[in-house]
Structure formats: C-alpha cells, structure tokens
C-alpha cells in the first residue's frame, strides 16, 4: 500500500483537493475548521480507478506549521505539490518543495489548483512556466502537471489516472524486518483505549505482537490494527496504521516515537549525516549552528558540527554530525531536515546512528563515512563491525541500511576473503562471532604480549589463569570463550588445567631451584603426616610443585606430598564409610600428628566438599 502526501503553500486548496479527491475533510481540529487553515495533520484515503486503495496525510502550508508538515511527510512514497493557479509559487511552496528534495521523495505530481479561478489558458500557461523553473534541479524536475478544481471537479479525473500511473512506477518501500511506526497522533478510542497512528516504514505487525517504544523503552501489546476504518491481522511496509496499544496511556506518548519491536532499535543522542543546504539558503550554514532535526514524526533541537569545512554554501554537501538535546530512535539511511526558527536550512540521510565524537577535519574519520555512505554491502558492514566487534552475524544488519539476506551474504564475504574473523568452524550462522581481521590481530597480539609478560614473571607456573587473563583483555566471558578456542585451534595458545599458555611455554627448574624442590620434597617426605613449615622454597617454586601434582597445599603453610596426602583423605574416607563419623582428635591419632596438622587437612577436605562439619565431626559428603 502506498502513501500519497500533499505540500504546497497555506491556503492553495490542498485539503479541498484532498476532500474532493476522497470524500474526506481531512481538517479534524474545531480550530482548523474555524480559520479554515490545516494547522496539524491530516488524514484520508481512496480508491483508484483500477481498485488500488491508497492512504493521503494533508499536511499544513503556514509557515508556523512547517514542523507538523515535516512530521507527515516522512513516510509518504507520492507527493502532490498544490500550487494554486491564482498564486502561483510562493514562499512555502519553495520552502515544501525544497524539503521533499531533501528528504528524496522522489515521485510527485505538480497539481494546478482553483483552476476555476484562471479560466484563461494563456494565463495559465505562464503559471506553468513560472512552475517548470522552480521546480529545475529538484526531484521534481519533469514531474507531470495536473490542473484541476476542487469546486466544479474538472481535472479530477485526469489527476487519479495521473496518480495511478505515478504509483505504477513507484518501488515500494523496503522490508528489512526491523518494524518502524514513527508515531504521528496520540488518543483514546472508548473501549478499546490508547491507539497510535503512523505509517509503518520497515517491517510487518500484527495483533498479539509484543512490541516497545523507543525512546523511553515502553513494553505494550498490539490488541488491534486497521487500516482506514478497517481491522487487519497482518500490516506489511508502507501502511498507514492505527495501532491499539494495552497497558499504556496516552500521557506515556508522544509525537516522535516509535513503536517497533523489542530489543534492537537503541535511542541516540548523536547522528553522522552527508548534509545538504538548500540552495536558495541566503547566507551559508555555520558550524556550530542551533537548529532543530526532523526525521521521521519526531522534532529535537540539537547543535550542527560541520566535519569537513567551516561553513556550507547555499546548495553544497558536507558530512556533519548532529549532537542532540534528546534522544531520538533513529536508523542508518533515515531521511531527516534540520531547521533554523524560521527557515528549513537542509537535510539529507542518516549514515550512522550511533557515532563516537570526532576531530574536525580528521581523513580517516571522514573516508569512513564515505564508506559508510556509498561502500559496498562489505565495505558497510566491515565498518559497523569494527565498531561493534565482536558482533554477532546476525546483529551486524541491525546497525546497517542492509536488508538480513544482504548483511548475510556480505559477512560471508568478508570471511571468505580474510577480512573478518569467524570465531566458530564450519558454516556462518546469525550467532556466529565475528572480528574484523585488523581487531582479531590486535586482539591476539595483545593476549601473546600478557602470556609472554606473564611467562617471564612466573618462569615456573604453567600459565595464567584462564579468568585471569580474560579480565586483563576486558572481554566478557562468551567472546573470550570462542576466542580461546579459536587461538587453541589455530596453535597460538594451549590451555590445560585452567591455565593458558604459548604453546612453547615449558616450565623450566634452573639447577638451583631443582636442588631447592628436590630437599624440600625428601623433607616433607620424611616426615609425611607433620611436614616442617619453615624454610619452605619461594612461593613460585611452591606453586610450580603444585602444578606439577607433586604436592598439595592446604592452608597456613602446610604442604603434604601428593602420595601422603592421597593416603591420608583415602583413610578418612575408608573410615567414614565404615563408622559414618569422624573427630578432629581421631585423625590426630590415626595419623599420629599434631592438632595443626590434622585440622588443616579436615578444613582442606571440606573445602574440596569431600567432607562436611556437623557440630565437632565430620561426615561424608553424598557422592564421596
């Protein structure tokens, strides 16, 4: 379904035309109706000649008004552009005209209107002329013309076959299934309660659907959708909807959001954009410049920062980032208009939604936009992941103005020829991790420089701890996970143990440090169940011991040898098997040791939750 919107300068019959047109007074406020003047939206709808059913906004022509009209034309695939035959052009037809350029709807009918009112042909042959050159380098340039009246009905005939034969070469809008309904109106229905009505842009709904509304994270239900007065089950892009929300109010609402589904639209205070000035600007745009930004239905105020030079000239381009007073819910390739308080001064397309802060003038900064803008599919998406890496394949589309299908074929790609990284074997699926290959070579480079330095520290240890190291990286644990086992399969690290190493890391006793184990271990072996406690070798060449399964240590400095140890916890164990319990005196007497010793291996067992406390016994543990 396609959405035809009106432009054109205040009082040039654009909602006459539009009730001509459909039987519909788009006019809905007391106040409209009063002054006879459109001051908000408007809607309606009709059916073509051939049958097709199409939707119409009437937007406001009154300067004061232009940010209503800017919230209606966001999602429109056909304008007309009202001129009246009596007027001709005007300043807000200049002003509406130069805002379809900017926000590229690029199929229009120029309607002659009041025809009634220029009976003349010569009269109005030159209103046409005075049309044909305002209308020179714009989108509408070429654009068929239609002069009608709304009073006596001549032209209307001719102006739907028009329409019909417009929307006959008209694309439909895209579906990259990412759901957008920017919201243009807010109200209640009795009995059925909060309904939102916009145009869907991207995606389908449906009754049931659980859906969020971004900014503001708002969870809701869809009870009911219809379409010009009529319920449906299922809307696909380009409809106009009303949408009955549960478990909102209206005062949760406002103009601007958007109603989508949860999870993966994220409000930004921020958007890169390539900028356009409208050409009839009278002084160039500054740097540094209040404006407000429209896109979609929404409206914030925010500062311009030129990127690439100080000032725009009137009709020049620039890559600009917007900083924003408020968040709005926004996508690459989203068409958007900034205003000054009295003028619209230019617009264009969203290239990133979420920009870091840049330097001014900065080439690298600015040949990644140009990518950005016009790269191809990998060249895009290589991009969004180096600045999400790692990323999962399947949430890579998200950040991009590339339909799923198209996302997933240019990661294939890019794994394909080296420039990414596939942190899984076998066939690329949405949950796949994926690294830009310049971020998996710092990444790895990195992990070698911390097992290299660690090494070098603990000659005698069989590596850093597995938690450890994923700490020192800054990674969370699944990506660490797939990328441990990435660098195992590729030989660049082994992990055994709990511990991670290069994989020619062997630990190594100099013979000082062999003579120092080999005393110590014929000491503790001597005398197994009261090990010495003093004169024990340095912690590293304990912890190498340890590592190596040749002793155990269990707390305040005792070390047993692994053979006494493995006796003493066998004997314990035989022994509750046998008498269900056991004292700390009793394993001071069967082993014929201390208090020290015999409470530190009980503590150590319960630890290990081989044993555990009751009162002043131990008992064993279920499974032991």
């Known amino acids: 379904m396609y ?12 909602s006459a035309l539009v009730k001509a047109l459909t039987g519909i007074d788009p006019d809905r406020l007391q106040e409209e109706k009063e002054r006879e003047m459109t001051i908000d939206l408007g809607f309606a709808w009709l059916r073509l000649p051939g049958g097709q059913e199409v939707s119409i906004v009437d937007v406001p022509g009154h300067e004061r008004f232009v940010k209503n009209m800017l919230a209606g034309v966001g999602g429109i695939d056909l304008a007309l552009l009202v001129i009246a035959a009596d007027e001709g052009v005007m300043p807000q037809t200049r002003e509406h005209l130069a805002i379809l350029d900017l926000l590229d709807v690029r199929h229009g009918i120029v309607v002659i209107s009041k025809k009634d009112l220029m009976p003349d042909a010569e009269l109005l042959a030159v209103v046409e002329a005075e049309i044909a050159e305002a209308l020179q380098g714009t989108v509408f340039e070429g654009a068929p013309v239609v002069a009608c009246s709304a009073v006596s009905a001549e032209g209307l005939p001719e102006l739907l076959a028009t329409i019909e034969e417009e929307l006959a070469r008209t694309p439909t809008k895209r579906d990259l299934g990412r759901p957008r309904l920017p919201i243009d109106r807010v109200f209640t229905v009795a009995g059925f309660g909060t309904v939102v009505t916009g ?9 049931g659907l659980e859906v969020e509304v971004v900014p503001g994270g708002l969870k809701a239900r869809i009870r009911g959708l219809q379409t010009h007065q009529h319920k449906v089950e299922d809307a696909s892009p ?49 740097h540094n410049v209040q404006v407000t930004f429209h896109t979609g239905a929404s409206e914030v105020a925010g500062r311009l920062l030129l990127l690439d030079c100080d000032e725009l000239a009137p009709g020049g381009q620039a890559w600009a980032q917007l900083r924003l007073e408020e968040p709005v819910a926004v996508a690459p390739g989203d068409a958007f208009v900034i205003r000054s308080p009295n003028d619209t001064l230019g617009g264009g397309r969203v290239v990133d939604a979420h920009p870091r802060r840049h330097r001014r003038f900065h080439r690298a900064t600015l040949e990644t936009l140009d990518k950005m ?111 441990l086992a990435t660098w195992a399969r590729r030989g660049e690290l082994r992990e055994a143990a709990g ?7 062997e630990p190594r006793l100099s013979p000082a440090q062999q003579s120092a184990a080999d005393a110590f271990l014929a000491t503790i072996k001597a005398n197994p169940y009261s090990p010495p406690t003093e004169r024990q070798p340095e912690p590293e060449l304990l912890a190498h011991l340890e590592g190596e399964g040749r002793i155990v240590r269990v707390g305040d400095g005792i070390a047993f040898a692994r053979e006494a140890y493995d006796e003493m916890t066998a004997r314990i164990i035989e022994h509750l098997r046998a008498f269900d319990t056991i004292t700390l005196a009793q394993v001071r007497d069967m082993f014929a040791t201390s208090r020290k010793y015999a409470q530190a291996l009980l503590e150590h067992l319960d630890d290990q939750r081989i044993t555990r406390r009751v009162g002043d016994e131990r008992v064993l543990r279920k499974g032991g």
Not at 5 to 13: L, N, P
Not at 242 to 257: E, F, K, Q, Y
Not at 499 to 505: E, G, I, R, W
């Open 3 to 14: 959405v035809i919107g009106t432009a054109g300068h205040v009082d040039h019959g654009k």
């Open 199 to 207: 145009t869907l842009i991207d995606g389908s709904l449906r009754p």
């Open 238 to 286: 380009g409809r106009r909807l009303a949408v009955n929300l549960t478990g909102l109010s209206p005062a949760d609402l406002l103009r601007g959001m958007v109603v989508t589904t949860p999870g993966w639209l994220r409000p930004t205070a921020a958007v890169d954009v390539r900028l356009r000035a409208v050409r009839y600007l009278p002084r160039a745009i500054r």
């Open 373 to 483: 803008e016009r790269g191809s599919p990998e060249e895009v998406l290589l991009v969004a992941l180096a600045r999400l890496e790692p990323c999962e394949a399947g949430q890579l589309a998200r950040h991009t103005d590339l339909a799923a299908a198209e996302a997933e074929a240019a990661a294939a790609a890019l794994v394909a020829d080296g420039r990414a990284v596939a942190l899984s074997e076998g066939e690329l699926t949405p949950s796949t991790l994926l690294f830009t290959a310049d971020g998996f070579a710092r990444l790895s480079a990195r992990a070698r420089e911390l097992l290299s330095s660690f090494h070098r520290q603990h000659p005698l240890r069989q590596g850093i701890a597995r938690e450890e190291l994923r700490s020192r990286l800054g990674l969370e644990a699944r990506p660490f996970d797939a990328l």
């Open 499 to 505: 511990s991670v190493a290069l994989p020619d890391h």
